[in-house]
Nanobody, 119 residues
């Protein structure tokens, strides 16, 4: 089992910045992948940015150049720095971890944090 707790959401004007943080209940070094997804009203949940196994990163096209994902293995946290925000970034942002255990590979999700960008 993995518990993920997000923090850092809020409201900001277009062009502003926010930093999201996700703290895991166990070592993130053991995760297959760990990252951030978002879901806007009426849309499917989509990948924003993630660390893949081996430590490489994967960004959605909409996030490239504006968002940066980082990790602190000692603190078991994964952060998402979001700059140059625009109203299309408004969504609930979810931390995700994928972990392979003896019984299979499982997805774990945080409770979500709202990000609202006003024009």
């Amino acid at each position: 089992q993995v518990q993920l707790v997000e923090s850092g959401g809020g409201s900001v004007q277009a062009g502003g910045s926010l930093r999201l943080s996700c703290k895991a209940s166990r070592s993130i070094f053991s995760m297959d992948t760990m990252g951030w997804y978002r879901q806007a009203p009426g849309k499917q949940r989509e990948l924003v940015a993630a660390f893949n196994s081996g430590g490489t990163t994967n960004y959605a096209d909409s996030a490239k150049g504006r968002f940066t994902i980082s990790r602190d293995n000692a603190k078991n946290t994964v952060d998402l720095q979001m700059n140059s925000l625009n109203p299309e970034d408004t969504a609930v942002y979810y931390c995700n971890a994928k972990l392979t255990q003896w019984s299979g590979t499982f997805d774990y999700w945080g409770q979500g944090t709202q990000v609202t960008v006003s024009s």
